[in-house]
């Protein structure tokens, strides 16, 4: 799980701009957490999955994200434990967050991949 930095900061920000009561702020950081995972997917979604190779990924960048933070972008979704990690959400139906569970599940799956092929 990512954790902001300063969300008071945020908070002192959000209070200028809104009238919220204290009481809020779980609730506001909540929905602003919820639709930041959307608009991430979405880029994923629009600007990444559609396209087999990177030469095609980086024409179709979208224009409000720097063009070296999607390069970097890119690098992380090719990495093999996020490739991993969206693996075992497609089949568990759910994201899996923790690199320690991504590990055990390649282990594993290594471990019969082994086996099957020295039989």
Known sequence: MYHVIDKDKIWNY???KYIIAEE???YVFSRIGILWRKYKCSVKAYH????DNDVD???HAPDIIPEKHFMDLIEYW???VVQVCLLC???LGEYVPSLVYVYTIMYVLSFHLFVL???
């Open 57 to 59: 990924r980086l024409n």
């Open 24 to 26: 809020g702020k779980n």
């Open 117 to 119: 092929c020295s039989n």
């Open 14 to 16: 959000i209070k200028t």
């Open 89 to 91: 959400s497609v089949f």
């Open 78 to 80: 090719n990495l093999d």
């Open 48 to 51: 990444y999955s559609v396209f």
